[in-house]
């Protein structure tokens, strides 16, 4: 951790706790700043509250009282999911003051250099081989952000002897003023999260953060396919790596001949890579690109290309039973990530999905379900996706009310060769706290669908 004394003697309010917000309360309160936590959950019923309280920081618990901005403060420290509509946020916005997510604190305090990592889908699986590709090369990987430890945790330890492999959401990315990624990877942009951002200029623009503040001695390895990334990143200061499945680059990376190659010289032959899927061709090239600009080794990045089989939730294969190929992609949370899931496949797929309504339509998921014989859903948006499955010619709709009469159901309107996909195209938060909770009962129920059909 670099040694200064940027926090010592500033107030700060962390406003929301879970994972990022606590460890924020700690490190900042370690730096000498004084802390005061607001957290909505009640005292009595929040522990996390009480150790920090015993640390002598400050707790306000059970309500967001705008007294607090009365306290001359220096810095807000926001959980991500706490919508810049919350009240306290838009009264210290209004009174100038900086309104930042942790990731922000992470980057100041790290000796060690950054790779970051955003898109609307694929972080997860990028961020993941990144890491993988990097662990035998000279600067040791830590991973962090969405897919692991709190990023100030992370940056507090790290040394100039490392680097952070960090996925970052556009919530994270939006709560940043002086974020400074050695290498940024923007992977795609898609229509997602307007319930928090508004609309979609709003969101690419915090999206867009990511690259900010990057200079000619950083770099931003970027999808050349996508557009409004494209267009990002032609305004962008950073050494550009572009990368492209549509088009041949002479620098940058691209497909030809049937392998990956990067500035000419050939990486990979595509039969040699295990990750299925051909949307993760966009992952593996970013991965690619961000990995070798670190050091990764050329051998590593092929090794872990020719083992790696994908991520937990991420188009994750459970099991075949009855010749019946059972696939996990809980984290496709939004239409495009359905998309890309749906269209790995040549067999005929029985989709199961469903979930939180953000107010859109699945009219985009239409050219997508042509392999679909048969949808279940559930959630809150099952009218919405039935509908459009029947503008799609599916046969058969099967409405669920839990993930293991949705397995079985599935199960029943298959024949021997199909695919069983869970790709929900849709936040979790109706039924489940998170995604990986409904991946995990998806699981389960497929694990348990011998004694189910036997009972």
Same mark, same amino acid.
């Given at each position: 951790m ?28 370690? +730096? ?39 306290e ?13 509509s ?8 209004h ?50 952000g ?8 992370v ?18 990315? $939006? ?25 979609k ?31 990002i ?9 572009p ?19 990067y ?6 032959s ?17 991965a ?7 050091g990764?080794?050329?051998q590593?990045?092929?090794?872990? $290309?020719q ?5 937990e ?28 899931? +749906? ?8 989709? $199961? ?38 503008e ?6 099967v ?10 159901a ?28 409904r ?12 004694t189910?059909?036997?009972?």
């Open positions: 670099k040694s200064n004394d940027l926090f010592k003697g500033k107030k700060i309010l962390v406003l929301g706790l879970a994972k990022s917000g606590e460890a924020a309360a700690r490190l900042l309160h370690k +730096l000498g700043a004084a802390v005061v936590v607001n957290d909505a959950k009640r005292y009595e019923e929040n522990q996390q509250a009480k150790e920090l309280e015993k640390l002598g920081i400050k707790v306000v618990c059970g309500h967001h009282p705008l007294s607090l901005l009365e001359d403060l220096d810095l807000v420290v926001k959980n991500p999911g706490i919508p810049y919350n009240p306290i946020i838009k009264e210290a916005i009174r100038g003051l900086s309104v930042v997510t942790e990731i922000e604190i992470a980057s100041l305090i790290s000796e060690a250099e950054i790779v970051a990592i955003t898109g609307s889908n694929g972080k997860t699986t990028t961020t993941t081989l990144i890491h993988e590709m990097l662990k035998t090369s000279e600067r040791e990987p830590l991973i962090a969405n897919i692991g430890t709190v990023a100030c945790e940056a507090e330890e790290a040394t100039n002897s490392q680097v952070i492999v960090l996925e970052v959401s556009s919530f994270q990315l $939006l709560g940043t003023e002086q974020f400074k990624p050695k290498v940024s990877v923007f992977l795609n942009l898609f229509d997602a999260h307007l319930d928090y951002h508004g609309t200029d709003e969101y690419s623009l915090a999206k867009a953060k990511i690259t900010a503040n990057q200079s000619k001695e950083d770099y931003l390895v970027y999808n050349m396919d996508d557009p409004i990334v494209r267009e990143a032609n305004k962008s200061n950073a050494t550009l790596i990368f492209s499945v549509k088009q041949r680059l002479s620098k940058g990376l691209c497909i030809q001949q049937d392998s990956i190659f500035n000419g010289q050939s990486i990979i595509l039969d040699s890579i295990v990750l299925p899927g051909a949307h993760n061709l966009e992952n593996i090239l970013a690619i690109g961000a990995a070798l600009t670190v990764a080794r050329l590593q990045v092929r090794h872990v $290309l083992t790696f089989s994908g991520v939730h991420r188009l994750q294969f459970v099991t075949d039973y009855k010749d019946r190929r059972f696939y996990n992609d809980s984290k496709a949370t939004n239409i495009l990530a359905s998309q890309k899931a +749906l269209e790995a496949f040549e067999q005929p797929i029985v989709l $199961l999905a469903g979930g939180l309504d953000r107010g859109n339509d699945f009219d985009d998921l239409l050219p997508s379900l042509g392999n679909v014989k048969a949808l279940i859903t559930f959630g809150e948006t099952k009218d919405k996706l039935a509908k459009t499955a029947e799609a010619n599916v046969k058969t709709i409405y669920a009310d839990g993930m293991q009469e949705a397995v079985l599935a199960f029943e309107k298959s024949e021997a060769g199909d695919v069983i996909l869970l790709s929900p195209a849709c936040a979790s938060w109706d039924q489940y706290k998170t995604f990986e909770e991946g995990e009962r998806f699981v389960e129920a497929v694990k348990s669908l011998e189910t059909l036997q009972s």
